[in-house]
């Protein structure tokens, strides 16, 4: 039994087939890739994954449990985050009451009006120097670099101590040196035992880190396996050929 | 048997005047994403405008038509477009709500600055003559409405379907950066669709005028029916349109005729649209959460804990001095201030904290007023019950809108205003007719404050208390997270809250304060009735709010003095009455876009004002400890 199970998901805007019949699983306490060409449905399935979109036909299980039909928050209540490819930070907070925001929401409502609540500095600092954005705890989120606004929408998921991460494109926008330290912070959560599914235009990245990778073309996975059988397999040097600009499968 | 047929007749005319100007609002709003509240409100105008061609000038009936619906309905519709709401809709929802209610109180204050209140008649077509069908008289008036419609839906959609704006037009629903892309030009479309829209307003308003006389209100009302109508096709399909706009003409015509003339139901006439429009929510689907944050929201400063004091103190010493020297009805426009400035306290947390927009706060200041004076009980616990049950109906206004986002929620809150005014606060069991509800003053803990000096003072102690508050909140976890839901509900979501009920308990909280407000000047007034709590003064307290600046204290306590003298200032220049009303609303036109209003620009003034700090001190600027600052430049979409 998968942490996560995306089974035979259907979305149709309109005319235009976004996810088309794609399967596949994520593992708890491993790091899986979905990757695939610009516009192949991959933030879609993170949009049926995350409940803010309905599948047109389709199943997803998370946990053993069937929450298709299960509203956004509570599937985060189950233990769900995610990360927004077009950022989602809370622009006019500051970094740090991002994620003090975040923390106040997993600790639930009961008592948010009550002034003299403690605001758990600590655990907020805490989850700050975990991601490496102690530095910029103060500024506003919306005048942060987007790479920096990136690591700070994954600290505001690990407040709730997820089982499952949904990371969109956590990385863009991260110079080399910040995207070595980003790859080995991903391989400590897979460690402590969470579930990451990452979609990630980098393949470097994606091949070091990840432990399983499906690949997604035209709405349907085309293959899935460990790095070495993805970088070796013809459907997908094709599919990513057919591509002029995204980068090529290392 | 007779009377069924006359009656389907008379709901298929209102209908098809219905659906003409539901159209015109479907059109405009699907291409620039815009709810133009005004709509209604510019077929007022433009029928007085028609009135005036055709009746005071002489003109003939066809030439005036044509003039109007042809001229100065589009030229109106299209300027208003290119001048006002432009943009507005790639912003938050908010702005573009408080911008056409600007729009829509400046047009009825306009309307009554060029045709001063006075009997006017608009005759329906060819005199009201018409021919028999069988025992039903059909006049000529009511077939040519039906014939205009289904010309109209025709016209329409031809238009859409055949030509090439019509194309654009619908591509600019989906996606305007696309349409630019392909070079289509989105301003010229969206010039051309306001045109056409307010054409249609105008063709409604004047099919209309006729049968429900040449008002002010009622026209201007006529949004909710269109907006009820147009709710059956989520504000896009036409077709759905249509048919929503003569399901409400027949209803509501057979509401006239078979349901009894006395007693609760006789108000569900004219609050019929608003239960229609209740039943369509009710019915309609679940919204998505919207990905893809607002951007550029900025918030004024929070004052200090030690200027909040101070402020408040300087307050309460100002209203003490006033209460000891100012004669009683002067000292009635204080405490009425201090009333109106909490209701604007309530919109600070709604509107400038949390974003939403609600078109009926009196109505919760009404609620409030009158469980104070059912329950007999002047005393801080009824106050207290009164402020509950405010936030108990608030709470219920909310309830059914929970699927659905901001506009909706906005919009429904205007119609539930309609719906207490027209069938409860006129009641025989509320307020009664005669405006003559009694309540007494109100006593704490055995003190009773008997003088209106004493009074307005306790009222002014609410006033700052409850400002404190307000602002303990919004420096603290709830106004964290009101922000957090503000800049992206979605992200909100995901993290684990539950967004539709925190919405919900953010409405009854803010019920609750204005239900508080509503008690303490019933107990202030001592006889209260429904016209204290019209619904349409909500909406210049929204104005006022959004003028002076909805996102502070200040902001409030200066709209609460505003909105107080506004009456003051027209009864003493009757001969300016709608001018005066008009420049709030176009005020508010031209200043809507910036929610921190006037107050965040005397917050700037001071702070450049401020003597030149020498370079020590500059360099190291270091905000007071808690007084924390959030402002960058507001753009909000221009
Ligand atoms: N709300 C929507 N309405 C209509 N079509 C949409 C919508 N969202 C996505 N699409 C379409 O669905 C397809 C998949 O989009 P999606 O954003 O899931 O791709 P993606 O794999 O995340 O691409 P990228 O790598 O560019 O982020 C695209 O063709 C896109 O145009
Ligand atoms: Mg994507």
Known sequence: ?250 | MGSVVSFTILGLFTGAAYAIAASGLVLTYTTTRVFNIAHGALGMVMSFVFWDFSQRQGMPVWLALVLVLGVVAPATGWAIQRFVTRGLGDGPVSVALVVTVGLLVGCIGLATQVWPPATRVLPPFFNGSGFQVASTYVTAHQLITVLLAGVVALLLYLLLTKTQIGTAMRASVDNPELLRLFGGKPDRVAGMAWAIGTSLAALGGILLTPVIGLSYYDLTLLVINAYAAAMLGRLRSLPLTLAGAMGLGILQSFAVAYLPSDGLLSGIRSAMPALFLFAVIVLTPQAQLRIGQVKGVVSAPLPSRAKQLGAGAGLLTLVALLATSLPDDALLLVGTAATYAMVMLSLVLLTGYGGHVSLAQFTFAGVGALVYAKLGEPTLSGLVVAALVAAAVGAIVAVPVLRLTGLYLALSTLAFGLLMDKMIFQAEFAFGTNNSLQAERLSILGTSFSSLGGYVLIMTVFLVLMALVLLALRRGALGRLLIAMRDSPAACGTLGLDTRWFRVGLFALSAGMAGFAGGLFAGMRGTIGASDFQVLSSLPLLLLAVVFGVTSVTGAVLGGVGLTLLPVLQSSNPAFAGLIFAVVGFGAVALGRDPNGLANRLFTLGRTLRPRLPAARRTADVPEPDEVTEEVPAHVAS
């Open chain 1, 1 to 250: 039994m998968s942490l996560l199970e995306v089974d035979d998901v259907v979305v149709r805007f309109g005319g235009v087939t976004a996810v088309d019949h794609a399967s596949f699983a994520a593992e708890q306490g491993r790091v899986t890739g979905l990757i695939g060409p610009n516009g192949a449905g991959k933030t879609t399935c993170f949009d049926v994954i995350s409940g803010l979109r309905r599948p047109t036909t389709g199943r997803v299980g998370f946990d053993g449990r069937d929450v298709t039909a299960i509203s956004v928050h509570r599937r985060a209540r189950r233990g769900m985050g995610r990360t927004f490819q077009r950022l989602e930070a809370f622009g006019s907070l500051s970094v740090a009451d991002n994620v003090r925001a975040a923390v106040d929401i997993h600790r639930g409502l009961t008592g948010i009006a009550v002034p003299w609540r403690r605001s758990r500095t600590a655990q907020v600092g805490a989850l700050l120097d975990r991601v490496g954005l102690s530095a910029y705890a103060a500024d506003r989120a919306d005048a942060i670099p987007t790479g920096i606004a990136r690591l700070l929408e994954l600290a505001r998921c690990l407040a709730a101590d997820p089982a499952l991460l949904l990371l969109d494109e956590p990385s863009s926008g991260l110079n080399e040196s910040e995207t070595e330290a980003f790859g080995r912070l991903l391989r400590d959560l897979a460690a402590e035992g969470k579930g990451i599914l990452m979609v990630e235009h980098d393949m470097d990245l994606v091949m070091s880190v990840c432990d399983e990778i499906h690949v997604l073309d035209f709405g349907s996975v085309i293959a899935s396996g460990t790095p070495s059988h993805i970088r070796d397999n013809p459907a997908v040097q094709r599919a990513y050929l057919g591509q002029a600009d995204t980068g090529q499968v290392a």
